[in-house]
């Protein structure tokens, strides 16, 4: 195993960007003291650090818990309280159950009438373009997934080791799964003055340089973004699947926020639509994964850890591979494909829990547009806070001015600028968010990322916390520069 | 990534040991023409390849499902045909949980009070022996622990790669996760004539021969026995732990089947236990994993993928990376988690469900007690066929006399003949088990491995119709042998 730099050294991203580590730890300590009585200058601490719905008091989507709760316990199929559709859901489920039960191992890609449903989910997402279930592979939220797509296109040492495209700033799986499995990261940076967009000069560039020291093979894209929030462009899309086509680049396309686009005028493309549309020379040769997960969406089921992968245009002996490759670990959780089911089968209108379904749903997504919208003009009302629209996904990327003075003070403990910052802001105000540094950045821009999850209110107050915190950071460390300099000068003239 | 041998390469195991693939990939073909009308000798598949309990009819245990179905709906916590000790769990779960929802994300190792659990379940067992929530590290399944506690000790090139020992049988997770991580399996053979007892004169064996082109770093030791369902007594144990002293390796005990155990005599005995009875010279410093799963015991919860693993002595910087590891896959499923805190936290007297809840467990495990002496009994009157008494576990490990006229002819088919037998018998039979050669087994020597899972009267059948199939199956090949002598001895007299 190699082994990884923590997440203070300086350009390395912690294996979880920090989500889990550096502030977050910090903040576990803090809840302990408040726990424990000790006085703070808030009283809770608030996690706007990792995109956790339901840990920030997002209720689960009533049918799917139904239908969840239904083969878990079937005993309740005699119950008169839970609607007749989601128990036809669960009788169907758990017919295709070894033994009728969701306690059986599923085969290992993922119980077949599960997959039949993905592929005809993805049919009808992408207007009829066919899709089968042989190509579909279910698993332990997306995270395994693409960790298992890398490890497959992932070998050889020194020159010939296999690079691997990813965007920064990215999130952080992508660069852990990359330095475990020993392959080369290449950082293709995005265009935060044009909203975080893909630009195909920059993956030239990327590209070609890369090449002078390892084996390209691979273009991961998140879309929308994660942290930045962006939602690509159609046209985007086709720039960049012809770039992978004339690379001979396998396409990784992490597409868990497929249903959280909330800008007036964005639109969610799918890679595989986009792929087929543009004819046979693409469509019949562009190698491509795309990625989705239960974890997101309107149904943040984390917990779960449920989601799939469509495989296309793959070599069937290295889809063989693959096949072996997830038989390792037996089968993803059960309990995670029953849930996914529902999210890729949804009511009908007719069907008894069609109205709560979609009232339920809308009302979360609604309510994520409307705190989207928030956060950016928050943000962008506070001098020396710079963001870009949250056309989609969970999360704002703001770019944030740092006094020189706290940046040399950062340095001078061995921080990133923005981690310093984070802390800073952690221990005055108890929120949490995670420094840019941990998903990768424009060397000398500082950055943070953090999610639009709080309930609205909540939210409210948080971000006039954070433009608040900041303003006075900067007059701090503006004043001590400038003591910093007077006392230069009351020196440099005493002598 | 490494290219693996397919199932039928001379001594190499499939990835899954055969239990996903070859004949078990065949089973399914049946199992579809069947469906469709098709005419074969049997009526059904009968898989007793695979340890699934549920598939096999076995049902839940009420009261694991009732705490997961009121966590999973909540809702339910007013229903008065729950029982108020369920209720109370499950209330205590949630709390534990990320905005009370098993929706959200755990922390990577598991939820804390689930962790404390656990470790309160392992001082029970253990006799009072401490077991500390922070070294132990909740999991998907326990092939997830197993995976990553490898990844964290392999590394290396050449003749300073890894070496890890593995038993002979073994369980194929341990030869495809160490192919995976380009470490080298070093065999160590099981005392088939011992009851499948671990002797430390080949340890030693194995070691010294491993030494020559490896650095062997770890042991793993599979109690109770997969394949072969012996119990290693306390003495070997102890042998095992002193020898792991003496040569500084890493232990690895994987003790998922440490609830079936029905050999009158036969007691399990933890690795931790004994190594803490040995004194500080030994718990002070050798250094152990030990795993533990719900997917097996009474339980049979393989759908939910939950299982912890403990450490112990592990170097304070070492188990840092591993927190680090583990933190990419986000956290394990939490429905998994709720079922194993039920699992290590169960009904005591006085409980409402505690006789319920005991009246299951027995019945489960007098079951399979009982079905594993019809197993041995049943094998051992059969000419040609000689099985160890299945101590522990869930399977029987026959060894096979196969005539030489069929050994050619699976050779001449590129075919193990163990592989060649289990086809014949599942092609007439429709039963379904695992060709020895997928475990690995002494040159020479035939076996394949066989669920005792199926329903009582089931296996009575079963296991009659694999004695008739082996005895004619015999008489045919060596039929076949005496025909082809006497063609050559008629060729002979001819010339």
Same mark, same amino acid.
């Given at each position: ?41 808030? %009283? ?57 039960? =969701? ?36 698993? %332990? ?20 080791? %296999? ?58 894209? =998140? ?111 059960? %309990? ?94 108890? =929120? ?19 999610? =639009? ?43």
């Amino acid at each position: 195993m190699e082994q990884w730099q923590g997440p203070t050294a300086a350009g390395e991203p912690a294996r979880d960007g920090g989500e889990r580590s550096g502030s977050a730890g910090e903040a576990l300590e803090l809840e302990k003291e408040l726990q424990q009585g000790a006085k703070k200058p808030f %009283t809770e601490v608030i996690r706007a650090n990792i995109g956790d719905a339901q840990a920030m008091g997002q209720k689960p989507i009533t049918f799917l818990r139904q239908v969840s709760a239904l083969c878990m316990f079937p005993d309740l199929l005699k119950d008169p309280n839970f609607p007749e559709d989601a128990k036809e859901k669960a009788r169907r489920l758990l017919a295709a159950c070894g033994g009728h039960s =969701i306690g059986a191992y599923s085969v290992s890609p993922g119980i077949e009438l599960i997959r039949q449903d993905v592929a005809h989910f993805i049919e009808r997402r992408d207007g009829g373009i066919p899709s089968r279930a042989e190509n579909i592979f279910l698993s %332990t939220g997306a995270s395994d997934a693409i960790v298992t797509i890398l490890k497959l296109l992932v070998s050889g040492e020194g020159r010939s080791r %296999t690079g691997v495209m990813i965007p920064i700033p990215q999130y952080p799986l992508y660069s852990a799964a990359l330095a475990e499995l020993n392959a080369v990261q290449i950082n293709y940076y995005l265009d935060e003055d044009k909203c975080w967009a893909l630009d195909i000069g920059e993956l030239r560039r990327a590209l070609k340089d890369a090449r002078q020291h390892c084996q390209p093979r691979a273009l991961c894209i =998140i879309n929308p973004g994660n942290p930045t929030g962006q939602v690509q462009s159609r046209q985007h899309i086709e720039d960049v699947i012809r770039f992978a086509w004339e690379e001979q680049l396998f396409l990784l396309a992490d597409e868990v926020y497929q249903d959280n686009v909330y800008a007036e005028g964005s639109q969610f493309h799918s890679f595989k639509k986009v792929l087929f549309e543009m004819g046979p020379k693409y469509s019949g040769s562009v190698e491509l994964a795309s990625f989705h997960s239960i974890s997101k969406g309107f149904m943040g089921e984390c917990g779960f850890r449920g989601g799939y992968m469509e495989v296309i245009n793959m070599d069937p002996l290295v889809q063989q591979q693959l096949s072996k490759l997830i038989s390792v670990r037996l089968c993803p959780p059960v %309990t995670g494909q029953v849930l996914l089911d529902v999210v890729v089968n949804q009511p009908q209108p007719g069907d008894p829990s069609y109205q709560q379904f979609c009232q339920e749903k809308q009302a979360v997504l609604s309510s994520l547009a409307q705190k989207a919208q928030l956060t950016e003009e928050t943000f962008n009302r506070a001098p020396g806070i710079r963001c870009n629209p949250v056309q989609g996904a969970m999360y704002a990327f703001p770019r944030v001015h740092l006094p020189p003075q706290a940046v040399q003070e950062a340095q001078a403990l061995g921080q990133a600028p923005d981690m310093f910052f984070c802390l800073k802001l952690l221990e005055e105000t108890g =929120i949490c968010v995670v420094p840019g540094s941990g998903f990768g950045q424009k060397e000398g821009t500082f950055h943070f990322r953090m999610t =639009i999850l709080p309930p609205l209110e909540k939210l409210k107050v948080v971000l006039q916390k954070m433009s608040q915190f900041h303003a006075k950071f900067t007059q701090e460390y503006s004043q001590l520069q400038l003591l910093g300099n007077s006392q230069k000068t009351a020196e440099k003239q005493g002598q």
